[in-house]
């Protein structure tokens, strides 16, 4: 199983950008389809973006769609999560996952698919 740590949550005014991290250990996560949720308070956890194990593929919530990019880099075992023009509803704890199979065939937007976790990074919008 891998391990998964998020870092670069925080506070920032609508309009200004965020950078996530998902730093993996325990295996290589080169094999692996990743995917960021997030879940706001008194709301369900919601898929928020997602990347095939390759990098070549990426799918993305409508909310985020042409504003944040997933992107990964295998060598450092790292994915990100760019977040630009944030707004006061981006207001969440973000989760990273890493999917359950290994060369999956499509970009799952499932959480079912994701069998492990991280513990999550607040990420505050003001007004």
């Known amino acids: 199983q891998v391990q998964l740590v998020e870092s670069g949550g925080g506070l920032v005014q609508a309009g200004g950008s965020l950078r996530l991290s998902c730093a993996a250990s325990g295996r290589t996560m080169s094999t692996l389809g990743m995917g960021w949720f997030r879940q706001a308070p008194g709301k369900e956890r919601e898929f928020v973006a997602a990347i095939s194990w390759s990098g070549g593929r990426t799918n993305y919530a409508d909310s985020v769609k042409g504003r944040y990019t997933i992107s990964r880099d295998n060598s450092k075992n790292t994915v990100y999560l760019q977040m630009n023009s944030l707004r006061p509803e981006d207001t969440a704890v973000y989760f990273c996952?890493?999917?359950?199979?290994?060369?999956?065939?499509?970009?799952?937007?499932?959480?079912?698919?994701?069998?492990?976790w991280g513990q999550g990074t607040q990420v505050a919008v003001s007004s």
């Open positions: 996952a890493a999917d359950r199979t290994s060369f999956r065939g499509v970009v799952s937007t499932t959480p079912g698919d994701f069998g492990s």
